[in-house]
């Protein structure tokens, strides 16, 4: 008997905003990993539903652009199964406030930074290196700031 394990879905953005005439991207970090901003889809809730809470309960941040469509990429299943979908948003928003996790009573994050392409690509894991790649390939020539 072929026992699956239900996938557990996590969403989240890939956050960007123009500065210097180029893309920045919004990293987190939890422990020594470096991801987008993301988290459990919740009852009910449509996965864009969840990433728009997610992005806003991790980061503070609220005013987003949705401004190359509501496509996505998933991730292959990791860590017992997970998929995580990312969707491509543009902020104007420069200010992170890290949210506090209830459960822990501390941020989920320990720290977050504003990053060049490059500098994401040299954090981030394997993983997060394939959206990394799946968002540039989407973004048009940033305006100069």
């Not at 401004?67 to 104007?92: F, H, M, N, S």
């Not at 690509?121 to 799946?134: G, S």
Request: proline share 7%; glycine share 6%; charged share 30%.
């Amino acid at each position: 008997m072929n026992k699956r394990r239900p996938r557990t879905l996590s969403a989240g953005m890939v956050i960007v905003r123009p500065e210097a005439a180029e893309w920045r991207f919004l990293l987190l970090r939890a422990y020594q990993y470096w991801d987008f901003p993301k988290g459990r889809t919740e009852a009910g809730e449509t996965p864009l539903q969840a990433a728009w809470r997610e992005v806003a309960e991790e980061t503070g941040i609220t005013e987003l652009d949705l401004a190359w469509g509501e496509d996505y990429i998933e991730t292959g299943p990791y860590a017992r199964g997970k998929v995580a979908r990312y969707y491509l948003a543009r902020t104007e928003t420069r200010k992170v406030v890290l949210g506090i996790a209830p459960e822990l009573g501390t941020p989920e994050h320990h720290e977050w930074r504003w990053v060049d392409e490059t500098t994401a690509y040299h954090l981030t894991a394997p993983r997060v290196r394939q959206v990394l790649d799946w968002a540039t390939h989407r973004l048009p020539r940033c305006p100069a700031a």
